[in-house]
């Protein structure tokens, strides 16, 4: 009688410690009083449950599992609660794109302490779960049917009472349908999340075996007629902080004064995080068809007898922005990554232009642009805009300062390009600027980036800027360009007018994706190798 009743007080224990967790790990359901409030730590305790079924018969498996788990799960907590941002897959996936510098910026004692909290869990809850190794594997089977069973059905309950508008979230980013889904619930969204991530890593290894546009049909100009083309790949960067496109402060002293600017306004990116823009930045990847079909354009400068180079300050520890990024511009004659902040590009530029060379020259720069933490990426000079001090766990109440230090980015973004036009104002010269993507500053009480729903996610700044000589060289591209301000520009474009950039026609090339061709007009191109 006294072990049933041991094995009773057990059972409800290990219940409660699994509704706990549950609750604990999904802090953004309890932001608004919903039918999800109440149910998403049971569906989240319901699956502990059945994870815990599943191996605790497996010891050191087991408990390897639940660490991981729960380390998750105070990571996504953390983020959850400080940033009102969902760990699914973009946000993991973020944190794979930054540098080292940038881990150990957000590993505050804050963080830490939650990191620790969620390794405490995970041995109580392994130490909770011991009683269950006395099943045997048909007890623990049933039960484990049993859970699942349980978990759908109440999982199809809430979304069936969801769908007449009983008990519905306020939350327009997360409605209490999308809340009760598995992949929205840590922490077994994590499971949807290295789904996808390996099948995004097999995307990654096929760049390799693309079409090269080296080996299509394409005329280039003479030697002595190549230009310099710089492009440069901005991070973080939202279209509306920029000054030229009519923000009240004047975050581009420098680009306003320049005559040649040819400033597309808000175009649209290919995605909201980085490794996956950089695909539809320098593929032919576009939004309706989004797998490429054609690899970088690097090969194609080379063959045209272009001198390539790529320099980079990002710098990620795992990232996969970083494999994108390598991958992409692996045929660069001259390839490194450089350390510092942005400006550190400058002279490699210079070294590059200065460098003898019979035909012109390709340079893609990789910058780190207004990616967080925004204070990190300028010096004193551009600390302009003040107080920009906050920190990671309270950017959410201190808006003005996080929106400050955003600001003084973009400031520095701006005399980067500055000092690169200065360097090509006398040469036969042409630089495109587009950001990879946009960023949240509060809007809906979310910060950062990586969410698909978000508008200001997409918002990207698109201009070109071109040389006196370039426009004497080229003035039907120059045409072409303007032509098309004011017409509803994406990343879909980029691609095709970074190889009109260089005087160059390409059968790889769609006519109404290239920005350096006049409306209307088709290019039918010849080989001349």
């Known amino acids: 009688m006294c072990n049933l009743s041991n094995t009773r007080r057990q059972k409800l224990l290990f219940g409660l410690f699994c509704l706990l967790s549950g609750a604990l790990s999904n802090p953004l359901v309890f932001k608004t009083v919903s039918l999800a409030t109440f149910t998403v730590p049971v569906l989240s305790a319901l699956m502990l449950i059945c994870l815990t079924l599943a191996f605790v018969a497996f010891r050191w498996f087991f408990a390897a599992i639940i660490v991981v788990v729960y380390l998750l799960s105070g990571l996504g907590a953390y983020f959850g609660h400080y940033f009102s941002v969902l760990i699914k897959y973009d946000s993991i996936v973020w944190l794979l794109e930054v540098s080292p510098g940038e881990i150990k910026s957000f590993m505050t004692p804050v963080l830490c302490a939650w990191l620790g909290c969620a390794v405490m869990l995970a041995f109580a809850h392994i130490r909770l779960a011991s009683f269950l190794r006395r099943l045997s594997y048909g007890g623990l089977a049933w039960r484990l049917a049993a859970c699942v069973a349980l978990s759908i059905g109440l999982q199809s309950g809430v979304a069936a009472l969801a769908k007449h508008g009983v008990g519905a979230s306020d939350m327009p980013w997360l409605t209490t349908r999308d809340s009760v889904k598995t992949r929205n619930i840590t922490p077994f969204s994590m499971f949807k999340v290295f789904h996808v991530l390996a099948g995004e890593m097999q995307l990654i290894h096929s760049l390799n075996s693309l079409d090269s546009l080296a080996d299509m049909p394409f005329e280039a100009p003479p030697p002595h007629e190549q230009p310099v083309v710089i492009f440069v790949v901005g991070e973080s960067a939202r279209a509306d902080n920029f000054g030229i496109n009519g923000y009240p ?22 995605a909201t995080s980085t ?16 797998r490429p079909r054609r690899g970088p354009v690097i090969p194609l400068y080379n063959a045209a007898g272009f001198s390539s180079f ?12 970083a494999v994108v990024g390598n991958t992409l511009t692996a045929a660069s004659h001259v390839r490194e990554h450089v350390k510092g902040r942005d400006h550190s590009l400058l002279p490699k530029v210079l070294q590059a232009l200065d460098k003898p060379s019979s035909g012109g020259k390709f340079i893609t720069l990789i910058t780190n642009g207004s990616h967080a933490k925004y204070s990190h990426q300028y010096g004193e000079e551009f600390r302009i805009f003040t107080p920009d001090d906050y920190t990671n766990e309270n950017m959410l109440e201190h808006l003005e300062q996080v929106r400050n230090a955003y600001d003084n980015t973009v400031l520095q973004t701006d005399d980067l390009l500055g000092r690169l036009i200065d360097m090509l104002r006398d040469r036969l010269a042409v630089l495109i600027y587009a950001s990879d993507h946009g960023e949240s500053l509060g809007e809906g009480g979310e910060v950062m980036h990586g969410g698909e729903g978000k508008a200001e996610h997409w918002r990207i700044p698109f201009f070109i800027w071109h040389s006196d000589a370039y426009a004497r060289q080229y003035p039907e591209i120059v045409a072409g360009l303007r032509d098309h301000v004011g017409q509803s520009i994406s990343h879909d474009h980029l691609y095709h007018t970074v190889i009109g950039l260089g005087g160059l026609r390409s059968a790889g090339v769609d006519p109404e994706l290239d920005l350096t061709n006049r409306a209307g007009l088709s290019k039918e191109v010849k080989a001349s190798r």
């Open 249 to 270: 402060r004047d975050t581009t002293p420098r680009l306003s004064r320049e005559k040649n600017l040819i400033n597309y306004g808000v175009a649209r990116s290919f």
């Open 275 to 290: 490794r996956r823009s950089h695909l539809g930045m320098m593929t032919d990847a576009t939004q309706a068809n989004p």
């Open 310 to 321: 790529t320099w980079s300050v990002q710098g990620a520890l795992l990232s996969q922005s």
